[in-house]
């Protein structure tokens, strides 16, 4: 029997307990930690929020957990393993493909057409120039969709990157970014 789909707000209440427990907090630490970011939090909000009480999270109380648990808000949000994941109330899907959707990676499965293109065209270009040195160029091509290779309006985009190499010949040259983080 495969595990049962879950959603974000379980997903973050899981992980935020996870979480916490492998730093060795209280719930009331962790609410004082929250704070430094703005959110209130008591003892009572992560207990509510870890045993289901708490319905909801706001993104600025998700980018406030992130912060305090020094994880990045997918890693909260997403779950880590592969079992089903609600990405909202009715639409289900791979734990894999929800989140190399959310981070901008992959459209969702039955895109096609405009939808792909447009989910596509929103990537800024500095994420992959300034980021990825080694990426220089995104290209989209729309290839048949295998189950309706007739028609044009349901085609399937196919993202490839290029590499480019830096005057030395390396590929994985340094950006200044780079650099600078390491001090």
């Known amino acids: 029997m495969s595990p049962e789909a879950v959603g974000p707000v379980e997903t ?17 630490q962790l609410g004082k930690e929250m704070e430094k970011y ?3 939090w008591d003892r009572f909000a992560v207990a509510n ?18 912060l305090a648990l020094d994880v990045a808000p997918t890693h909260l949000l997403i779950p880590l393993d592969d079992r089903p994941y609600k990405i909202a109330p009715n639409y289900t899907l791979p734990t894999i493909d929800a989140r190399e959707w959310f981070r901008g990676n992959v459209p969702l499965y039955g895109m096609h057409g405009e939808r792909a293109r ?3 065209s929103e990537r800024p270009l500095a994420d992959l120039e300034g ?11 729309l290839v048949p969709d295998p189950d309706n290779p007739d028609d044009p309006d ?6 490839s990157y290029s590499r480019v190499e830096s005057e030395s010949g390396d590929s994985s040259a340094d ?9």
Do not use: C, F, H
């Open 154 to 159: 349901r085609a399937v985009p196919l993202v």
């Open 12 to 28: 973050i209440a899981r992980r935020v307990k996870e979480l916490r427990g492998r730093r060795g907090w209280t719930a009331a």
């Open 118 to 120: 447009t989910y596509l």
């Open 131 to 141: 980021r990825k040195p080694e990426l220089a160029e995104l290209r989209t091509t």
């Open 38 to 40: 703005g959110p209130r």
């Open 49 to 66: 929020l870890e045993t289901g009480k708490r319905k909801n999270v706001t993104v600025s109380e998700l980018m406030a957990l992130a």
């Open 175 to 183: 950006t200044p970014d780079q650099e600078d983080r390491r001090g």
